[in-house]
T-cell receptor
Framework: GQNIDQPTEMTATEGAIVQINCTYQ??????LFWYQQHAGEAPTFLSYNVLDGLEEKGRFSSFLSRSKGYSYLLLKELQMKDSASYLC??????????WGAGTKLIIKP | DADVTQTPRNRITKTGKRIMLECSQT?????MYWYRQDPGLGLRLIYYSFDVKDINKGEISDGYSVSRQAQAKFSLSLESAIPNQTALYFC?????????????FGEGSRLTVL
């Protein structure tokens, strides 16, 4: 079956760096997405990786290794507003998105 | 104004009632999706539509039906609501050109079935 694994919850300190990992097993691969979701709100797009390597976008970076079925989202200079859930999703061979359960990130002052 | 609008935003209903959740979009996207989200679970696909004449079941379509009235409108119906359909429901759109692309989500409809 298809599976996306990511930690349930992480805690980090304001101003620090945190890495949220995502591993996947899917039938085919057509890209990996990261979304941010604040409590009770809609998910919003953060990044898309289809080739191996690091994509940097401001304080956020996303890395992909297709051979390892692995991605991570790196958040730098953490701010309190970064407290949210981070959703990893993989597009499979049928171009359907398979979603992880999300990682709840708690930022402490 | 939001590009993807869901109504109602919150609804409390009783077991056995018929419920319709509506989604409209101004993004001009061909593809529309209905997901439900439950605590501790990932987003799960209920139904999706790639154009007005195209309707497809997702992984959890039982107990739900949809209607794509126009390119801009995609409605989700629960013919006879049951308590385990209590969840947060999201509509999403995606451009039809190309096979990749981010999803744009509505603000969500929180449904409680008593």
């Amino acid at each position: 079956g298809q599976n996306i694994d990511q930690p349930t919850e992480m805690t980090a300190t304001e101003g620090a760096i945190v890495q949220i990992n995502c591993t996947y097993q899917t039938s085919g691969f057509n890209g990996l997405f990261w979304y941010q979701q604040h409590a009770g709100e809609a998910p919003t797009f953060l990044s898309y990786n289809v080739l191996d390597g690091l994509e940097e976008k401001g304080r956020f970076s996303s890395f992909l290794s297709r051979s390892k079925g692995y991605s991570y989202l790196l958040l730098k200079e953490l701010q309190m507003k970064d407290s949210a859930s981070y959703l990893c999703a993989v597009m499979d061979s049928n171009y359907q998105l398979i979603w992880g359960a999300g990682t709840k990130l708690i930022i402490k002052p | 104004d939001a590009d993807v609008t869901q109504t109602p935003r919150n609804r409390i209903t009783k077991t056995g009632k018929r419920i319709m959740l509506e989604c409209s979009q101004t993004k001009g996207h061909d593809r529309m999706y209905w997901y439900r989200q439950d605590p501790g679970l990932g987003l799960r696909l209920i139904y999706y539509s790639f154009d007005v004449k195209d309707i497809n079941k997702g992984e959890i379509s039982d107990g739900y039906s949809v209607s794509r009235q126009a390119q801009a409108k995609f409605s989700l119906s629960l013919e006879s609501a049951i308590p385990n359909q209590t969840a947060l429901y999201f509509c999403a759109t995606q451009p039809g050109t190309g096979d990749t692309g981010e999803l744009f989500f509505g603000e969500g409809s929180r449904l409680t079935v008593l």
